[in-house]
């Protein structure tokens, strides 16, 4: 998987802390928890690794959470000495034994089978929060008594550096042939590909019939284990994850996710019953839906969060070659593809032989067929009548002018009175509402011309 980096800035300690606690209320108030948290003031800052720290203290504080039913969690910060600070997490829950203590950072693995039945979860949590604690130059370490709680203890220093350790990612590596996995074979190979991590074969199912006709490639795993793997095999562009699994969780794989470089940026959609968004959310999760799944929301969220969305591609019509050129400047940079005509009657003649474009932007006033007389020429083409188009003119407009217009063009924008940079700004302000408005398909428009119809 590869070396993991670290992310360096500064941020004040007991403020991060508090932040993590109101994040994970939830989890806390589910058992009917309190928690107290003490905080040294003389703290002050941490240069470190922030998203690392907040994955280690919400993991610890979920556990805690987690194994201890009516109780009390613990949470003390204070300084060590001039250059390391701890925090414990202490809870009044069940313990652990020594045996049980001896294997509790191994990965996958919890004090025993029966606390993996009744309270779900896998271990691979520690593993992942020790290894982001020493990528830091510190460690985690936990004491405990049976019966009567546990204690883990963070220790770090308060200013990281660069290259503090050399751990790899791959200390959280699980077996890379999954076992419960499938795939939708028959779908285009060069579909975006949807990885579903879920124990229900229901929701695979679902999932398989609703996105496989939205134009995606489906695979599937039965567990968090196989999906892991299978992420790192096939690498896909988005993730849908339960989180109510046996075995490794869907907090677990989460966490693992967003802690290996090769994988952190695919979107990962939370599917699940349960109710903590918050934590799903500061875990790295892009979206959060409940059970059962609404499909549409599910596929819009999908077009949403598209890796390589497809170029905007806008066709210009306008006489003067030096707004076509200001029109290049502002628009190419930002990937948007941009053809060209000299008047209404030769940008006719363009989308005739074309495929549509997603946006035409028009100037008004020009020889042979005006902006005015193209908008009417283009509404009476069924397959064009609903073809975008923003008016950029010169040209003062009357009453009459704008009623005219008002029906017909998406925006207008007034080049009178504006210079260069206030017109490049109110250009890329519409285009950019216009992109955020226009639904996409899921293969998108190819900016060749290439449409691929959702079936």
């Known amino acids: 998987a590869g070396k993991m980096e670290l992310y360096l800035e500064s941020f004040p300690i007991c403020r991060e802390i508090q932040t993590v606690i109101d994040t994970a209320r939830p989890v806390i108030d589910k058992n009917q928890n309190t928690l107290v948290f003490e905080c040294d003031d003389s703290l002050g800052h941490m240069r470190g690794d922030l998203t690392k720290l907040r994955q280690i203290l919400l993991n610890l504080i979920s556990n805690a959470a987690k194994f201890t039913q009516v109780g009390t969690l613990t949470l003390t910060a204070r300084r060590e000495d001039t250059d390391h600070f701890t925090i414990a997490v202490a809870d009044t829950g069940i313990g652990m034994n020594e045996e049980q203590l001896g294997r509790l950072f191994q990965v996958f693995s919890q004090a025993d089978a029966s606390t993996t039945r009744k309270y779900g979860g896998s271990g691979l949590g520690l593993s992942i929060s020790r290894h982001f604690a020493r990528m830091m130059g510190g460690d985690i370490t936990a004491a405990s008594t049976p019966g009567s709680g546990s204690v883990f203890t963070v220790s770090l220093p308060l200013t990281v550096e660069p290259e503090t350790t050399t751990e790899s990612a791959n200390a959280t590596d699980v077996p890379s042939q999954p076992v419960g996995a499938s795939t939708n074979a028959t779908v285009n190979e060069q579909a975006e590909t949807i990885l579903v991590i879920d124990d229900d ?25 196989d999906g892991l793997a299978m992420a790192r095999t096939h690498h896909p562009d988005f993730i849908t994850l339960d989180i109510m699994m046996p075995g490794v969780d869907g907090w677990s794989v989460l966490t693992s996710l967003k802690a290996d470089p090769g994988l952190k940026d695919i979107p990962v959609f939370v599917l699940t019953m349960t109710n903590e968004k918050s934590l799903g959310y500061a875990l790295g999760a892009a979206q959060f839906l409940t059970k059962p799944i609404n499909k549409d929301a599910l596929i819009g969220l999908l077009r949403q969060y598209r890796r390589h969305p497809n170029h905007c591609h806008v066709l210009m019509i306008d006489d003067d070659a030096n707004n076509r050129d200001l029109i290049r400047r ?50 009476q083409r069924p397959e064009l009548n ?66 691929r119809k959702e079936k």
């Open 386 to 451: 609903q073809l975008p188009v923003l008016v950029l003119t010169a040209k003062t407009l009357t009453d009459e002018d704008r009623q005219r217009l008002s029906l017909r063009a998406e925006h207008i924008i007034e080049r009178d009175g504006l210079n260069e940079e206030l017109l490049v700004g109110r250009l890329h302000e519409q285009l950019c509402t216009h992109r955020k408005n226009t639904p996409s398909t899921p293969s998108g428009k190819a900016a060749d011309g290439d449409e």
């Open 330 to 379: 502002v628009l190419e940079p930002e990937g948007t593809v941009v053809d060209e005509a000299t008047d209404g009657q030769s940008g006719l003649d363009w989308l005739s032989t074309h495929a549509a474009p997603d946006l035409v932007i028009l100037d008004l006033m020009m020889p042979n067929m005006d902006g005015f007389a193209f908008i009417d020429a283009l509404r």
């Open 201 to 225: 074969p229901s929701v695979h199912d679902l999932l398989k019939r609703s996105l496989g006709r939205a134009g995606y490639r489906v695979i599937t795993a039965n567990n968090g284990t």
